[in-house]
């Protein structure tokens, strides 16, 4: 989710307005997308990188992601939608942790779309982390390095529990990835959409789903 601040920009707004009417296109992709069924979402809502914003700025996001998952209790639950989180959650200031444990009982036993938060989130670190698990289970004796394999990689990332997404999307018409996802998007298809993350709405969702439907997914075949 990218563009909120330049959103705000242009209108003479401070960034955290941008901030704020990007929340309005969170509901609006998520309702979407639940609607359509979509089985995983996964929103890059805060980077491992993003603690080097300024103070304020960061505490702004702090307070509107507690907001968020606050509010959003009811609609995710009307619409049959678990909330997870993925990332260094430790990072996250106490009642933001709080109360994403407080969202995420609420809406453990709906079995709708999945609805991934990636929260302080950095993909390198990820990796690193698994393969420090994989390393410290060569030592312990419980595997042996012949035993490290993809699967095994892959079922010690904090997605563990997730497929492989399918599609990438990347707002604001930036071409990165951002440490976003790295082992796991190895097959995805990227859409670039031009609109900025606040103007992100249901329309332009639907839109970078119909070009993925235009894909040939070859998977290194032919
Ligand atoms: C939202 O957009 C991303 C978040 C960290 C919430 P940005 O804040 O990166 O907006 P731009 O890139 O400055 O426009
Ligand atoms: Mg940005």
Redesign the pocket.
């Known amino acids: ?9 242009e209108r003479g707004l401070p ?1 955290i307005e ?2 704020r009417q ?1 929340v309005e296109s969170v509901r609006d992709v998520v309702r979407t997308a639940g609607k359509i069924g979509v089985g995983y979402l996964t929103l ?4 491992a990188e ?1 603690w080097s ?1 300024p103070r304020l ?1 960061v505490s702004a ?1 702090m307070r509107l992601l507690e907001k968020y998952l606050h509010d959003e209790i009811d609609e995710l639950n009307e619409n049959n939608v678990r909330l997870e989180a993925i990332g260094c959650l430790k990072d996250l200031p106490e009642r933001v942790q709080k109360q994403l444990q407080k969202t995420r009982q609420a809406t453990a036993q709906n079995d709708g779309m999945v609805l991934v938060l990636a929260l302080s989130y950095g993909s390198r670190r990820e990796i690193t982390d698994a393969v420090r698990d994989c390393a410290r289970l060569v030592k312990e004796g419980k595997i042996a390095v012949s035993d490290i394999n993809e699967t095994l990689i892959s079922n010690h990332l904090y997605t563990h529990s997730y497929p492989d997404p399918d599609l990438l999307i990347r ?2 018409g ?1 071409m990165r990835i951002s440490n976003f996802l790295l082992w796991q998007i190895s097959y995805a298809e990227l859409v670039v959409a031009p609109a ?2 606040p103007d992100f709405r249901k329309d332009q969702f639907l839109g970078a789903i119909s070009e993925y439907g235009r894909r040939d997914r070859r998977f290194g075949g032919i």
């Open positions: 989710m990218d563009g909120n601040g330049r959103w705000a920009k960034r941008g901030h990007g890059y809502a805060f980077s993003n914003r700025e996001l707002t604001s930036e900025l993350w």
